[in-house]
Every structure is written in C-alpha cells, then in structure tokens.
Nanobody, 124 residues
Framework: QVQLVESGGGSVQAGGSLRLSCTAS????????MGWFRQAPGKEREGVAG???????IYADSVKGRFTISRDNAKNTLYLLMNSLKPEDTAMYYC??????????????????WGQGTQVTVSS
C-alpha cells in the first residue's frame, strides 16, 4: 500500500521560507517521478514542481527562482524548499508520485498516488 505523508507546512510572513517534506512508503521510491501540487480555496489544483528519477526538474512559472524541489532516494523523501514566500503561495500543498519515472510534468492526471496535504499560510 503506497503512502505519501507530507510535513513541514505552517504559517509564515511574506518573504519567509519553509521546507516541505514528503515521506513515501510502499513503493520503490527510485522508480517514481514525484511532484508537488497546491490548491487554494476556491481554486483548482495546480502543479508547482516536478522531479524525475534522474533528478531533472520542472517548475511552474509562478515559483521559478523561489522554490526548489529535490529528492533523497536513500530516505524515500521528497522536499520542497520555498523561499521568498508570498501571500499568493497560501494553499494546501500535496505531494504526488507517478509510476513513470521519466515523467516531467505538472499535470495532475499523470500522477498515480497522492498524499493528504500540508497547509501553508503566508501573511502579508
């Protein structure tokens, strides 16, 4: 049974930083592409960043230069370092796993497993 558990969310002021973590179990982590998504109240879920099994990454334009996605295959853990946070980054953040290890996409339909989410709130 695949489980993805996010942690690290919280409340910060604009300009601050947070690091999200997603610990995976029930799968061979190296064999999966991973992604971070977010959903704000009243808005659709949007892709934030993705990382392939070989470490190649993709980012949404809105977070380029501020967010960094990374993975530690030895720890079965995905990370999202978020710097220079803005109020518009406020959302529930989800990690996701795709069986296609070569996937480099921010489209949610390509991902097979999802975590429960961790809330990020940025105040101005």
């Amino acid at each position: 049974q695949v489980q993805l558990v996010e942690s690290g969310g919280g409340s910060v002021q604009a300009g601050g930083s947070l690091r999200l973590s997603c610990t995976a179990s029930g799968l061979t982590f190296d064999d999966y592409a991973m992604g971070w998504f977010r959903q704000a109240p009243g808005k659709e879920r949007e892709g934030v960043a993705g990382i392939r099994g070989d470490g190649r990454t993709i980012y949404a334009d809105s977070v380029k230069g501020r967010f960094t996605i990374s993975r530690d295959n030895a720890k079965n853990t995905l990370y999202l370092l978020m710097n220079s946070l803005k109020p518009e980054d406020t959302a529930m953040y989800y990690c996701a796993a795709s069986r296609n290890v070569y996937l480099l996409s921010l489209h949610s339909s390509w991902y097979n497993f999802w975590g429960q989410g961790t809330q990020v709130t940025v105040s101005s």
